[in-house]
Nanobody, 116 residues
Framework: QVQLAESGGGLVQAGGSLRLSCVAS????????MGWYRQAPGKQREFVATITSGGSTNYRESVKGRFTISRDNAKNTVYLQMNSLKPEDTAVYYC??????????WGRGTQVTVST
């Protein structure tokens, strides 16, 4: 099993930056990939970024060049550095871990609000 603890959300003006953190505990060795998803009011949860155990990254088109996903293995932590934030980035951001390619674990979410 995997437990995920998120932090770093908050209120920021358009053009500002935030860094989200997600600390994983439990069966960390078996995690294939971790990522970030978000859900805005009235919308479905959507993919934002992922990073595999080998370090390969993937981003949704609308955040490319603005967001960076990274890992710190010593701290069992994945980060999402968000720059040039836009109001449309406003959402609850959820950390995700994929284990053994079949199990998915989710954090409780952290609110990101970008004001105009």
């Amino acid at each position: 099993q995997v437990q995920l603890a998120e932090s770093g959300g908050g209120l920021v003006q358009a053009g500002g930056s935030l860094r989200l953190s997600c600390v994983a505990s439990g069966s960390i060795f078996s995690i294939n990939a971790m990522g970030w998803y978000r859900q805005a009011p009235g919308k479905q949860r959507e993919f934002v970024a992922t990073i595999t155990s080998g370090g390969s990254t993937n981003y949704r088109e609308s955040v490319k060049g603005r967001f960076t996903i990274s890992r710190d293995n010593a701290k069992n932590t994945v980060y999402l550095q968000m720059n040039s934030l836009k109001p449309e980035d406003t959402a609850v951001y959820y950390c995700n871990a994929n284990r053994l390619s079949v199990y998915n674990y989710w954090g409780r979410g952290t609110q990101v609000t970008v004001s105009t």
